[in-house]
């Protein structure tokens, strides 16, 4: 299917219109198709690779629901790597091939690797998830094969400044930020969060906190939950201004300038970067 463009600001909201909720459809390699709950597309395309994110939800009228909106299904994330954060309500996994159990809640943040075997039972009436999928191309070596669960409320020792050189602009300083993965399956797989404000580094951050900065991607495509505050995304070649608030998804394409201006007094984002290329 041809893409329109890849240069393009993606976005998407938790609560779109009901026509834009689809039952989810997919092939689970054990058993076969697969149709359990809703999602609707914030991301449908990036610059290389199958890169997609979205929301999912179920509850008493999803496919594949108890009347009483609990919910259990396999999953093993046969499309890619799969990132999520849980929105709303609760569920246990189990790892099928050991029997590990984890409870998640709002603000969990799972990652799955491509193929592993995951039952879902999900707590009754409601669920809904924020997730990003990728596939590349090229297989990475040494990739993840355990579930990973942190929180969006972590808060571990080793938040770094985030340096970075922009091809225009130069060496740069926006915010500060922790790594959740370093690697997946194929290509470049990247994920963990940011966050900006009052008293974190900043090559231009003001005295409220808003920072601004100049921004291509150069690590590749970034698919972003925007976790806290509200962000303004202005292209550079057309000027066209997208605002985002907490919430909101947002995918930003590797190679298109654009300016970031995070409006403070804080701001945090849960990140994924990707590329088909593997990251030396």
């Given at each position: 299917m041809a893409q329109p463009s890849t240069h393009v600001?993606?976005?998407?909201?938790?609560?779109?219109?009901?026509?834009?909720?689809?039952?989810?459809?997919?092939?689970?390699p054990k058993l076969g198709k697969q149709v359990h709950g809703e999602v609707t597309i914030a991301r449908a395309f990036g610059a290389s690779g199958n890169l997609s994110s979205?929301?999912?939800r179920t509850g008493p009228t999803s496919p594949g629901a108890s009347s009483d909106g609990s919910h259990t299904l396999v999953y093993s994330a046969p499309l890619g790597d799969e990132l999520a954060c849980v929105i709303d309500g609760s569920a246990t996994l189990t790892v099928v091939s050991t029997g590990?159990?984890?409870h998640i809640t709002p603000g969990t943040i799972v990652?799955?690797?491509k193929g592993l075997e995951v039952q879902w039972e999900i707590d009754a009436p409601f669920f809904k998830k924020y997730w990003c999928i990728w596939n590349g191309t090229k297989a990475a070596p040494n990739p993840a094969t355990t579930l990973q669960i942190n929180h969006v409320s972590d808060n571990p020792e080793e938040w770094t400044d985030?340096?970075?050189?922009?091809?225009?602009?130069?060496?740069l300083v926006a915010g500060e930020l922790y790594f959740i993965?370093?690697?997946?399956?194929t290509g470049t797989f990247?994920?963990?969060?940011?966050?900006?404000?009052?008293?974190?580094?900043?090559?231009?951050?003001?005295?409220?906190?808003?920072?601004?900065t100049p921004y291509t991607g150069v690590l590749g495509d970034e698919t972003i939950l925007l976790l806290e505050g509200e962000v303004d995304v202005v292209e550079t070649e057309s000027g066209k201004k997208h605002s985002f608030k907490a919430g909101d998804a947002i995918g930003l394409t590797s190679g298109m300038h654009i300016t970031w201006t995070s409006k403070g007094p804080f701001s945090k984002k849960l990140w994924v970067i990707t590329k088909d290329e593997v990251a030396q």
């Open positions: 600001v993606h976005g998407g909201k938790q609560t779109p219109p009901a026509s834009q909720w689809t039952p989810f459809e997919w092939e689970e979205g929301f999912w590990e159990k984890f990652s799955s690797p985030y340096h970075f050189t922009e091809p225009k602009e130069g060496a993965s370093t690697g997946g399956s990247l994920s963990g969060v940011w966050r900006s404000g009052k008293g974190i580094a900043g090559s231009d951050v003001d005295d409220k906190g808003t920072l601004t």
